[in-house]
């Protein structure tokens, strides 16, 4: 009974948390088209099987002619899912089929959100839940007698093993190099404030241990507003009327260009890969008016769809 009552509660919280979710971000999750429905369908599946099988991911990745151990290892791992499902299709214990049901459904909707709207834009990496729930249900569903599947599900775990070994061998042992360069190069010529978009702005900040804050904001060529998700509102209480816009030079994503072409910086510093431009005074508070108005639309958003009906 616990189950589904956990299982309705998180149901339950996510529905609230979509219904709210455009005061937070407006219009954050874009209905796709009919073709990226289908190339995004294919693209989980790709996806899933990177986490799942090497030997699947390279079949369906295509552009190159997959090998004979490539196509060796689809089969193993396709043949102990079948046997595995199969057990679970016949199972009398009712609690690890609750389990097993829960999973289907966390896939299910992953699966939907992903297919269906623009959720699927760079989040791929929440597909790792779904492939745990997978090798959780080849792991629960295991018959200890049947000797073939302990093999197969042996072979897989030596073949998983071996290729990621190659694959950690190839990660970049400091992958934060050129984050730590911007705070060391911040530290030494005194910047303490800036702005940036979401993904170089946390970063930096921690890594920094708030010696320096880089609060995320987005850019627009009006001035630039809080970037509220994973965010808190105190950290926007603070307006300095001296601060620094960081660009990241390799990212394309939410770019202060616009920002930097209306407001005009009173200079430009450049660490590596990325662009600082700094502002002072007037030109510095004036965009602050935007995040007012911002904030402002969010709440007749709110009242208007919750409050007044």
């Known amino acids: ?172 042992s400091q992958p934060n190099a050129r984050v730590n360069e911007l705070v060391d190069y911040m530290e030494s010529n005194n910047i303490t404030y800036a702005y940036a978009y979401y993904w170089d702005a946390g970063i930096t900040t921690y890594l920094a241990n708030e010696k320096v804050i880089v609060r995320p904001v987005i850019f627009t060529d009006s001035g630039f507003i809080p970037y509220k998700w994973n965010s808190c509102v105190r950290w926007y209480d603070e307006r300095p009327t001296e601060y620094f816009v960081i660009r990241n030079n390799d990212s394309q994503s939410n770019t202060p260009d616009a920002f930097v072409t209306a407001y005009k910086p009173d200079r430009v510093l450049y660490c590596g890969n990325y662009t600082l431009y700094h502002y002072s005074g007037l030109n510095a508070t004036s965009v602050y008016d935007t995040w007012t108005l911002d904030e402002e639309n969010s709440w007749l958003r709110f009242k208007q769809r919750y409050l007044e009906g």
């Open 1 to 172: 009974m616990w189950v589904i009552s956990w299982t309705l509660l998180a149901g339950l919280v996510s529905v609230i948390k979509s219904l709210f979710i455009d005061y937070l971000v407006p219009n954050p999750f874009a209905v796709q088209n009919q073709a990226s429905i289908f190339s995004n369908a294919f693209e989980i599946f790709r996806q899933l099987s990177l986490y799942l099988n090497t030997g699947l991911y390279h079949v369906l990745t295509g552009g190159q002619t997959p090998s004979s151990i490539d196509i060796l290892f689809t089969l193993i791992f396709l043949t102990a899912l079948c046997i595995a499902i199969w057990n679970l299709g016949h199972a009398t214990n009712h609690i690890m089929k609750s389990f097993a049901v829960i999973m289907a459904i966390s896939a299910a909707l992953m699966f939907t959100g992903l297919t269906f709207t623009s959720l699927s834009e760079g989040t791929y990496r929440y597909l790792g839940f779904t492939a745990i729930s997978v090798f959780m249900i080849l792991s629960f569903f295991t018959n200890s007698k049947n000797q073939l599947y302990i093999f197969l599900i042996a072979i897989l775990l030596i073949s998983s093993a071996t290729a990621n070994i190659s694959s950690i061998t190839n990660l970049d």
